[in-house]
């Protein structure tokens, strides 16, 4: 197998799947083995059916003794399975007369899937199902990796493609030969552990799992921190001229404008960090500041100032958000402010037809749009500006070397100055490692008149006392918000779990109109769902994390997070930020799964403790044991494949020595550079 191949080549990837895959960051064969996965399934023996443990994923057996199509809210299949000892309920609410037939009375099934509910009363919704005839299927050898993904490409495929590319890693030399002499392991060891992990006990104990950074782990994140930091040495001898910016130094009659304009007063903070990034602008350097301000803090009208000062002098400007959802509520904001002003705003979102699109690009081409909002997409190449001055790069404190590289080229030569916006706080020490020069403004104050949020710390066996206290808060006319469990790995779990909880609960409190928002649906469908919350018709929203971003409902005071020990510590936060924004008083419900570790009760400790998100991420960063990936699904972010901000903090001194060593070795110091960040070369020869 040859690793240069673009993704086409191999069977099974159209084109269209190609496109998905390029979400992924993934190009060609080699791109595959820099895949890793999240995680690993254990499907190498049977667990009785006694033995099952809510929350835990498991391959179990036994034959149907009851199977039926019963109608709720919607039709569904419910299926009893039996080994002897115990039984299992299994849900189906998709399902054809085949799958039906298949799981008919008498029938032994081999099933996959994650139990939920309580011990002795276990459903599992949509498991894996295999018939075990006369001659049962084998047993996998190994551990199931499962893989980051996106929608429409399953694990299975995903399976596929790697063990197939997996060979052809041979080809690849060790371009770190050092390490396997500190302990690590060789470059071809560490993939097929990674990939293709054994499930025997001795194998057990370096598996790399979310609690535990494997040697592995450690020596890819290593590799390609040593990439990256050879990357920004040779940029920062780069030419001077790469590094001129334009200056920008309106009169500010925009700016103004706008301000007699706005509801509110600007706060203290927001004055002071928006007179920050003028002064910054006006220089002939590019700009390269970060914005850290907590969850509502309103960083979003600082960054419009900047634009709108950038847009006075003449001057184009790319509004980069992580998410499409995200992308398009900026979108709708920055409409709403700048617009009135004469400002013509871009919005590149997925939803537009070709022609539409084309004529975006050919209005932000000529300079007839000021403004361009979409998400990473707008480093694609066919995005072409007339004067970029300015990008503004929003909740996304992963933005690298290779697409600042990439911002280069869009100033046709010239650096944009470039303002990054944060909730969380990076590391100090990794932001000076990996973007030069960094300054850094913090939005300390928060708008008046927010009413502090109550954590409350619950056990899931409480649930009921739970629907209670939604049932009272939404008789009295508030509306409440149900954040059901993330499931990494597959948008399409997530939202069958997420119907799954909605049909719990319309079950429970039938006096209540429940709405149901999750990944999976259309766009215009869940904005629907959202537009009749937001109006007050939707008294309970059940949702995935879609909501973690974009939502802002004041009547919305009472928030219940499933399984709030699963995600990390900003994620809750963030979510947490969408109830208080009333006057009305507000709680928060983490409900757990006991029983909770230590480390799992003081990060939900934290979070009852304090509101405050910096705070909250100094936690995060000290309880987070190396290789620990909580609520880290990727979102279009591309800047390190394996290596994690805060997870390998420790290993950047070490990558720094590594990198000071080798760059006196331009051949290996290329080879490191294109290997991990192969586009970035590509753009750094076009300058
Ligand atoms: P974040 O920092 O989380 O991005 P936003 O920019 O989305 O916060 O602002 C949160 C909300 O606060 C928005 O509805 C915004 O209009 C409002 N807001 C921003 N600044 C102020 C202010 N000075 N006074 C009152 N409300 C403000
Ligand atoms: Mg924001």
């Known amino acids: 197998m040859e690793l240069q191949v673009p993704l086409t080549a191999l069977k099974g990837v159209g084109p269209a799947v190609a496109e998905r895959l390029e979400r992924l960051g993934l190009e060609q064969a080699g791109d595959l083995l820099f895949h890793l996965p999240l995680r690993f399934e254990d499907r190498t023996r049977l667990t009785p059916i006694a033995a099952l443990r809510p929350g835990l994923a498991a391959l179990f057996e036994g034959h149907v003794t009851h199977s039926e199509v019963v109608h709720r809210r919607r039709r569904m299949l419910v299926v009893t399975l039996a080994d002897g000892q115990a039984q299992v309920l299994l849900r189906f609410f998709h399902f054809g007369a085949n799958q039906q037939r298949r799981l008919s009375p008498g029938t032994c099934i081999r099933a996959f899937g994650e139990p939920r509910g309580m011990p002795g009363a276990l459903e599992c919704v949509h498991p894996e199902i295999q018939t075990v005839g006369d001659s049962p299927p084998a047993m996998e050898s190994h551990l199931t990796p499962i893989y980051p993904t996106t929608e429409g490409v399953s694990q299975k495929l995903l399976r596929q493609l790697v063990a197939h590319a997996l060979p052809g890693m041979q080809a690849l030399p060790d371009l770190l030969p050092e390490l396997p002499r500190q302990g690590l392991p060789g470059l071809h060891s560490a993939l097929e552990q990674l990939h293709h992990p054994p499930a025997q006990a001795d194998a057990l104990a370096a598996l790399d799992t979310p609690e535990n950074r494997s040697p592995a782990r450690t020596r890819l994140a290593l590799e390609e921190l040593c990439a990256h930091q050879l990357a920004r040495m040779q940029q920062s001898r780069m030419p001077a001229d790469t590094r001129s910016a334009p200056v920008i130094q309106p009169p500010g009659a925009l700016w103004q404008q706008l301000r007699g304009q706005l509801p509110f007063e600007p706060t203290g903070a927001q004055e002071r960090v928006t007179a920050e990034i003028l002064a910054d602008l006006a220089r002939p350097q590019p700009m390269n500041r970060l914005v850290q301000g907590d969850v509502g803090s309103g960083k979003t009208l600082v960054a419009v100032a900047a634009a709108l000062a950038a847009v006075e002098a003449g001057y184009q400007v790319a509004f980069m958000a992580p998410t499409e959802l995200l992308a398009r509520q900026h979108g709708r904001n920055l409409a709403q402010w700048m617009e009135p002003l004469g400002v013509a705003i871009a919005w590149l ?119 209670e206290r939604i049932r009272a808060a939404c008789g009295s006319g508030t509306q409440a918000y149900w954040v059901c469990p993330l499931v990494e790995e597959s948008e399409q779990l997530e939202a069958e779990s997420a119907e799954a909880t909605a049909e719990r609960l319309r079950e429970a409190l039938p006096e209540l109109t429940i709405g149901l928002a999750h990944g999976r649906m259309k766009g215009p469908e869940r904005d629907a769902v959202m537009e009749r919350f937001r109006a007050g018709a939707i008294d309970l929203l059940v949702a995935t994390t879609v909501i973690e971003v974009g939502v802002d409902v004041p009547n919305a005071s009472l928030m219940i997070i499933e399984n709030a020990e699963r995600m990390g510590l900003s994620q809750l936060h963030q979510l947490r930020g969408r109830v208080g924004r009333g006057s009305a008083a507000s709680a928060c419900v983490l409900l757990y799964r006991p029983p909770l570790g230590d480390t799992a009760r003081e990060r939900l400790e934290a979070m009852r403790r304090t509101d405050d998100g910096f705070e909250i991420a100094e936690v995060d960063l000290k309880l987070r044991g190396p290789g620990e990936l909580l609520g880290t699904r990727q979102t279009g972010d591309r800047s390190f494949r394996v290596a994690d901000w805060s997870r390998d903090q420790d290993l950047l001194d070490e990558a720094t020595t590594l990198a000071a060593r080798i760059e006196k070795d331009p051949a290996r110091a290329a080879a490191l550079i294109e290997r991990w960040l192969g586009t970035a070369t590509r753009y750094a020869t076009v300058g």
């Open 349 to 467: 979102g997925g939803r537009q037809t070709a022609s539409e699109r084309g004529q975006l690009l050919a209005e932000l081409a000529s300079g007839q749009r000021q403004v361009a909002i979409g998400t990473h997409a707008l480093f694609q190449e066919e995005v072409r500006f007339h004067h970029l001055g300015l990008a503004i790069i929003d909740e996304q404190h992963r933005f690298g070397v290779h697409q600042r590289m990439a911002l280069r080229d869009k100033g046709n030569g010239r650096m944009p100055h470039q303002l990054i916006m944060t909730a969380t706080p990076i590391p100090r020490t990794l932001a000076m490692a990996l973007y030069a020069e960094l300054a850094s403004s913090v939005i300390d104050e928060r708008p008046p008149g927010r009413t502090p949020v109550r954590t409350a710390l619950i056990s899931h066996e409480r649930r009921d006392e739970v629907i």
